[in-house]
Protein backbone atom coordinates (compact mmCIF):
# COMPACT_ATOMS: atom_id res chain seq x y z
CA UNK A 1 0.00 0.00 0.00
CA UNK A 2 1.42 3.42 -1.10
CA UNK A 3 0.48 6.57 -0.10
CA UNK A 4 1.33 9.72 -1.57
CA UNK A 5 0.24 13.78 -1.27
CA UNK A 6 1.22 17.10 -2.39
CA UNK A 7 1.11 20.17 -0.15
CA UNK A 8 2.32 23.71 -1.10
CA UNK A 9 1.99 26.94 0.78
CA UNK A 10 1.33 29.16 -1.87
CA UNK A 11 -0.11 28.50 -5.23
CA UNK A 12 -0.97 30.53 -7.91
CA UNK A 13 -1.75 30.73 -11.84
CA UNK A 14 -1.92 33.57 -14.59
CA UNK A 15 -4.02 32.60 -17.72
CA UNK A 16 -3.20 35.24 -20.90
CA UNK A 17 -5.56 35.10 -24.22
CA UNK A 18 -5.57 36.57 -27.21
CA UNK A 19 -8.25 36.98 -29.85
CA UNK A 20 -8.43 39.11 -33.58
CA UNK A 21 -11.13 38.97 -35.97
CA UNK A 22 -11.31 41.16 -38.97
CA UNK A 23 -15.15 41.76 -41.31
CA UNK A 24 -14.33 43.88 -44.28
CA UNK A 25 -18.30 45.20 -45.67
CA UNK A 26 -18.41 47.24 -49.00
CA UNK A 27 -20.85 48.31 -51.46
CA UNK A 28 -20.40 50.04 -54.72
CA UNK A 29 -22.47 52.96 -55.09
CA UNK A 30 -22.97 56.15 -57.24
CA UNK A 31 -25.00 57.98 -54.30
CA UNK A 32 -22.36 60.41 -52.94
CA UNK A 33 -24.13 60.34 -49.75
CA UNK A 34 -23.71 56.39 -49.03
CA UNK A 35 -20.71 54.53 -48.12
CA UNK A 36 -18.43 52.64 -49.99
CA UNK A 37 -16.16 50.56 -48.11
CA UNK A 38 -16.11 49.77 -44.37
CA UNK A 39 -14.13 47.72 -42.47
CA UNK A 40 -13.55 46.25 -38.73
CA UNK A 41 -10.87 44.94 -36.48
CA UNK A 42 -11.03 43.56 -33.12
CA UNK A 43 -8.77 42.66 -30.23
CA UNK A 44 -9.30 40.74 -27.19
CA UNK A 45 -6.52 40.57 -24.61
CA UNK A 46 -8.45 38.58 -22.17
CA UNK A 47 -6.49 37.69 -18.66
CA UNK A 48 -7.01 36.00 -15.42
CA UNK A 49 -4.91 35.29 -12.40
CA UNK A 50 -5.22 33.12 -8.97
CA UNK A 51 -3.14 33.05 -6.07
CA UNK A 52 -3.30 31.23 -2.78
CA UNK A 53 -2.18 30.81 0.65
CA UNK A 54 -2.47 28.42 3.64
CA UNK A 55 -2.66 24.64 2.77
CA UNK A 56 -3.42 23.94 -0.41
CA UNK A 57 -3.10 20.99 -3.28
CA UNK A 58 -1.71 21.24 -6.86
CA UNK A 59 -5.56 22.80 -7.62
CA UNK A 60 -4.85 25.49 -5.01
CA UNK A 61 -7.73 23.79 -2.80
CA UNK A 62 -7.96 22.66 0.83
CA UNK A 63 -6.59 19.45 0.56
CA UNK A 64 -9.16 16.46 1.70
CA UNK A 65 -9.36 12.45 1.42
CA UNK A 66 -11.44 9.66 2.50
CA UNK A 67 -10.28 8.16 5.99
CA UNK A 68 -12.03 4.91 6.27
CA UNK A 69 -12.78 5.20 10.21
CA UNK A 70 -12.98 9.35 10.47
CA UNK A 71 -14.93 9.83 6.86
CA UNK A 72 -14.18 13.01 5.06
CA UNK A 73 -11.35 14.62 6.71
CA UNK A 74 -9.94 18.05 5.53
CA UNK A 75 -7.07 20.08 6.25
CA UNK A 76 -7.38 22.03 9.63
CA UNK A 77 -5.34 25.16 7.87
CA UNK A 78 -7.59 25.81 4.65
CA UNK A 79 -6.46 27.42 1.33
CA UNK A 80 -7.33 30.82 0.93
CA UNK A 81 -7.82 31.51 -2.85
CA UNK A 82 -8.22 34.61 -4.40
CA UNK A 83 -9.09 35.34 -8.07
CA UNK A 84 -9.65 38.04 -10.87
CA UNK A 85 -10.19 37.89 -14.65
CA UNK A 86 -10.28 40.91 -16.97
CA UNK A 87 -10.97 41.55 -20.68
CA UNK A 88 -9.37 44.56 -22.78
CA UNK A 89 -11.66 44.83 -25.99
CA UNK A 90 -10.33 47.22 -28.75
CA UNK A 91 -12.28 47.60 -32.23
CA UNK A 92 -10.43 49.81 -34.87
CA UNK A 93 -13.07 50.38 -37.96
CA UNK A 94 -13.10 52.73 -40.71
CA UNK A 95 -15.44 54.23 -43.49
CA UNK A 96 -14.28 55.06 -47.14
CA UNK A 97 -16.61 57.26 -48.69
CA UNK A 98 -16.46 60.05 -50.76
CA UNK A 99 -14.71 62.53 -48.57
CA UNK A 100 -11.99 60.21 -47.76
CA UNK A 101 -11.16 57.74 -44.63
CA UNK A 102 -12.99 58.36 -41.60
CA UNK A 103 -11.63 56.11 -38.33
CA UNK A 104 -13.39 55.30 -35.31
CA UNK A 105 -11.62 53.05 -32.84
CA UNK A 106 -13.26 51.87 -29.40
CA UNK A 107 -12.01 50.97 -26.29
CA UNK A 108 -13.75 48.94 -23.99
CA UNK A 109 -12.69 46.80 -20.42
CA UNK A 110 -14.80 44.39 -18.56
Do not use: M
Amino acid sequence: VGVGASVVLLCAEVDLKATVSDAILGSISTDKTKDLLHFDTKIELQGSAYAGGGICNSNCETPCTDIPILGHVCSPIPCIKVSFSKTLTLEIGATLDVNGIHPDPIWTVK
